[in-house]
């Protein structure tokens, strides 16, 4: 089993920016092999994909919406996955998740349903 708890986020007013960290407990990322993700969802609205980074952290994915606005990182280390926001947009309002693939699922997916562990999720929220 793996546990995931993300911390950081906040209110914020637009053009800010807030970094967002996901600690894994229960197996290290050295271990496990796994690809990890950032999703968000926003009232009313379904889960939507952020970014995703593969086990080793040399490929990452990100949707066209926070392309060259957000930098998603790991630190195997510490078993923790990162996502840095800059330029943040009131649209950008949102609890975010993060995810876990299943062991030994090392290359990133934009597929929610292709993680198998998801953190309880941190509101942020951007004021215009």
């Known amino acids: 089993q793996v546990q995931l708890v993300e911390s950081g986020g906040g209110l914020v007013q637009a053009g800010g920016s807030l970094r967002l960290s996901c600690a894994a407990s229960g197996r290290t990322f050295s271990s496990s092999a796994s690809a990890m993700g950032w999703f968000r969802q926003a009232p009313g609205k379904e889960r939507e994909f952020v970014a995703t980074i593969s086990w080793s952290g040399g490929n990452t994915f990100y949707a066209d919406s926070v392309k060259g606005r957000f930098t998603v990182s790991r630190d195997n280390a510490k078993n923790t996955v990162y996502l840095q926001m800059n330029s943040l947009k009131p649209e950008d309002t949102a609890v975010y998740y993060c995810?876990?693939?299943?062991?030994?699922?090392?290359?990133?997916?934009?597929?929610?349903?292709?993680?198998?562990?998801w953190g309880q999720g941190t509101q942020v929220t951007v004021s215009s």
């Open positions: 995810a876990a693939r299943p062991l030994g699922r090392s290359l990133g997916s934009y597929n929610s349903q292709e993680y198998d562990y």
